[in-house]
């Protein structure tokens, strides 16, 4: 393995994933990699740059339905399409759909094989994190789904035990979906409430099928849960079970929707949370797996204030050390980014001003976050042969 390689993969063409007037909107990611470059981090030592191709039908295949496939390229020329969840408001068709979504396919799976071939120990696709799409279905803005597909490349490749890591503020349900039966899964969701929030999946009693209980892992939060509740709730159960499923690499979706300035959720995080949850699963990766970790995009509707901010950080926290949360924005990108969103607030530094700290969760339930940690552990530590009530488990 090439010590301390990060693989960053991107091609401007990455923006071609374009669905027009839509909250969806790749000005997020083309800013993130402009700021991330601004910043030197793509300059870093050990960086490499990657330009992906689109997945093809086999990898596709691996995960959707063939006729699925036929379907997504037929809908752009048929005015009249209607069926697989395309041509809605949420998933409208757009010219060229196929190849984009593959190529954001592609483009995770440039990462997952690096990271799998040793070519580097970690790899980041901003891009992708299209945690929704079904085997047949499009939902909730994704079209093809990108982690699924790299998971389902590294268990044909050879991939014995993987852990997925979803911290999007809407569950994770098209890769839970995907692996629900496969022992060899762990896939694990820190989401609000889906009593509240698309896409209405994600309960703590989610656990896995008959042939793979244990293996879905589920921490549905309250509406409001900012830094502190949501990094207690995090590290109350997200290193035990992992540690338990002892996995050789981390997927990650890193959807910086969980911000409090988000327009489409309720979840009061700041990027300062979001850069500390970052920090924790490089750590994670970095104790159970040889630091093995592929990072993905994802969600993120604060197009100017927050996501460029988060992912930056993401790709620092990838490439080498964290940017300090007092770092300033250089001007060129203020300008660019201003250019791009004339009506939104520009930021100025990385931070949001806070200082997120870590409480560990006591044990009890005197709020509304700890009722929701104790019923997850409750539901899949005994699983892991984990004890749900020591908070030392």
């Given at each position: 393995?090439?010590?301390d390689a990060t693989a960053v993969v991107w091609d401007s063409a990455l923006l071609d994933y374009d669905m027009g007037d839509h909250p969806l909107d790749p000005v997020r990611v083309e800013l993130t990699m402009a700021l991330a470059r601004e910043l030197g981090v793509l300059d870093r030592p050990g960086v490499q740059?990657?330009?992906?191709?689109?997945?093809?039908?086999?990898?596709?295949?691996?995960?959707?339905?063939?006729?699925?496939?036929?379907?997504?390229?037929?809908?752009?020329?048929?005015?009249?399409?209607?069926?697989?969840?395309?041509?809605?408001?949420?998933?409208?068709?757009?010219?060229?759909?196929?190849?984009?979504?593959?190529?954001?396919?592609?483009?995770?799976?440039?990462?997952?094989?690096?990271?799998?071939?040793?070519?580097?120990?970690?790899?980041?696709?901003?891009?992708?994190?299209?945690?929704?799409?079904?085997?047949?279905?499009?939902?909730?803005?994704?079209?093809?789904?990108?982690?699924?597909?790299?998971?389902?490349?590294?268990?044909?490749?050879?991939?014995?035990?993987?852990?997925?890591?979803?911290?999007?503020?809407?569950?994770?349900?098209?890769?839970?979906?995907?692996?629900?039966?496969?022992?060899?899964?762990?896939?694990?969701?820190?989401?609000?409430?889906?009593?509240?929030?698309?896409?209405?999946?994600?309960?703590?009693?989610?656990?896995?099928?008959?042939?793979?209980?244990?293996?879905?892992?589920?921490?549905?939060?309250?509406?409001?849960?900012?830094?502190?509740?949501?990094?207690?709730?995090?590290?109350?159960?997200?290193?035990?079970?992992?540690?338990?499923?002892?996995?050789?690499?981390?997927?990650?979706?890193?959807?910086?929707?969980?911000?409090?300035?988000?327009?489409?959720?309720?979840?009061?995080?700041?990027?300062?949370?979001?850069?500390?949850?970052?920090?924790?699963?490089?750590?994670?990766?970095?104790?159970?797996?040889?630091?093995?970790?592929?990072?993905?995009?994802?969600?993120?509707?604060?197009?100017?204030?927050?996501?460029?901010?988060?992912?930056?950080?993401l790709l620092a926290v990838a490439t080498g050390d964290p940017l300090p949360p007092e770092t300033r924005i250089p001007q060129p990108w203020r300008v660019l980014a201003k250019s791009r969103r004339p009506g939104d607030t520009i930021p100025e530094t990385m931070t949001d001003g806070t200082e997120p700290s870590l409480?560990?969760?006591?044990?009890?339930?005197?709020?509304?976050?700890?009722?929701?940690?104790?019923?997850?552990?409750?539901?899949?530590?005994?699983?892991?042969?984990?004890?749900?009530?020591?908070?030392?488990?």
């Amino acid at each position: 393995m090439a010590d301390d390689a990060t693989a960053v993969v991107w091609d401007s063409a990455l923006l071609d994933y374009d669905m027009g007037d839509h909250p969806l909107d790749p000005v997020r990611v083309e800013l993130t990699m402009a700021l991330a470059r601004e910043l030197g981090v793509l300059d870093r030592p050990g960086v490499q740059m990657i330009t992906p191709g689109p997945a093809s039908d086999v990898d596709l295949t691996r995960v959707h339905r063939a006729d699925y496939l036929d379907a997504v390229r037929l809908a752009p020329i048929d005015p009249f399409f209607t069926g697989w969840g395309l041509n809605t408001p949420d998933n409208p068709v757009f010219d060229d759909m196929h190849e984009a979504a593959a190529r954001i396919c592609g483009a995770t799976l440039a990462a997952a094989r690096a990271v799998w071939h040793g070519a580097a120990r970690r790899a980041v696709n901003v891009a992708g994190g299209l945690h929704h799409a079904m085997p047949a279905r499009a939902a909730g803005f994704c079209v093809y789904n990108d982690p699924a597909v790299a998971i389902a490349w590294l268990l044909e490749n050879g991939a014995r035990r993987v852990a997925y890591l979803d911290v999007d503020v809407h569950h994770g349900d098209g890769v839970q979906a995907a692996f629900y039966d496969d022992p060899r899964v762990l896939t694990v969701s820190l989401h609000e409430t889906p009593l509240a929030l698309f896409p209405g999946t994600g309960f703590a009693d989610e656990t896995g099928g008959p042939n793979a209980e244990g293996t879905a892992v589920n921490v549905p939060l309250p509406p409001s849960t900012g830094d502190a509740g949501w990094l207690r709730a995090f590290h109350a159960i997200v290193p035990s079970v992992v540690r338990a499923f002892a996995p050789e690499i981390i997927i990650s979706q890193c959807g910086a929707d969980a911000h409090r300035l988000d327009p489409l959720a309720d979840l009061r995080l700041s990027v300062d949370g979001q850069r500390a949850a970052y920090i924790a699963m490089r750590a994670l990766a970095d104790e159970v797996c040889d630091g093995r970790w592929v990072a993905t995009g994802g969600g993120g509707y604060a197009l100017v204030e927050v996501v460029p901010r988060a992912w930056a950080h993401l790709l620092a926290v990838a490439t080498g050390d964290p940017l300090p949360p007092e770092t300033r924005i250089p001007q060129p990108w203020r300008v660019l980014a201003k250019s791009r969103r004339p009506g939104d607030t520009i930021p100025e530094t990385m931070t949001d001003g806070t200082e997120p700290s870590l409480v560990p969760w006591p044990g009890t339930t005197e709020d509304a976050v700890d009722r929701a940690v104790l019923a997850t552990r409750t539901a899949v530590f005994p699983l892991h042969g984990l004890d749900p009530h020591d908070p030392r488990d």
